[in-house]
């Protein structure tokens, strides 16, 4: 199995409303063409409770939505930063020379792990149960880091 994204965890943290779309503005490519497995993302709940998150990733070229995930609940636990991963549905391929956008949606307030630095963000003024736009439509903020997201994706079989 291999992974591509971000995957440094760094010393920031930023806070997210359920009133938009998440995207970071970096791009990323697997080193291979595979099937994507999972999208995972290094966040924590802001309070006590549970609340869930969903996400998914763009081609670059075009904006198209590529895959989402599974919506997964993330638990507040004491303000502790923890890997969540979502498996992707259905059975998506990615290729080595397609650049491609990780997004997320969360349905109340996270927390996301974050480097510290001044980069731009993307984001999309859509609610936590509306469809993912496809194409997107991203608009850009700036001033924001990279959100630690990794992909796995593995071999496709013959």
Same mark, same amino acid.
């Given at each position: 199995m291999a992974e591509f =994204?971000?995957?440094?965890? =760094?010393? &920031?943290?930023?806070?997210? %409303?359920?009133?938009?779309?998440? !995207?970071? !503005?970096?791009?990323? %490519?697997?080193? @291979?063409? =595979? #099937?994507?497995? %999972?999208?995972?993302v290094h966040c924590r709940k802001s309070s006590d409770g549970t609340i869930q998150v969903k996400?998914?990733?763009?081609? #670059?070229s075009d &904006? %198209?939505?590529?895959?989402?995930?599974? @919506? /997964?609940?993330? /638990?507040?636990? &004491?303000?502790a930063y923890h890997w969540y991963e979502a498996a992707v549905v259905g059975d998506i391929d990615v290729f080595a020379v397609k650049n491609y956008r990780f997004a997320w949606k969360q349905s109340d307030s996270l927390y996301v792990n974050k480097d510290v630095g001044s980069l731009?963000?993307?984001?999309?003024? @859509?609610?936590?149960g509306d469809p993912w736009p496809d194409p997107s439509n991203w608009s850009t903020e700036t001033g924001k880091p990279r959100i630690f997201c990794l992909c796995n994706i593995h071999a496709r079989r013959s």
């Amino acid at each position: 199995m291999a992974e591509f =994204g971000y995957h440094t965890i =760094g010393a &920031g943290f930023e806070n997210h %409303s359920n009133a938009a779309i998440y !995207a970071n !503005a970096h791009t990323y %490519s697997p080193a @291979e063409d =595979g #099937v994507l497995d %999972s999208i995972f993302v290094h966040c924590r709940k802001s309070s006590d409770g549970t609340i869930q998150v969903k996400f998914a990733l763009y081609d #670059v070229s075009d &904006g %198209s939505l590529v895959a989402e995930t599974v @919506e /997964i609940d993330v /638990i507040f636990d &004491g303000g502790a930063y923890h890997w969540y991963e979502a498996a992707v549905v259905g059975d998506i391929d990615v290729f080595a020379v397609k650049n491609y956008r990780f997004a997320w949606k969360q349905s109340d307030s996270l927390y996301v792990n974050k480097d510290v630095g001044s980069l731009d963000r993307k984001y999309d003024m @859509e609610a936590y149960g509306d469809p993912w736009p496809d194409p997107s439509n991203w608009s850009t903020e700036t001033g924001k880091p990279r959100i630690f997201c990794l992909c796995n994706i593995h071999a496709r079989r013959s």
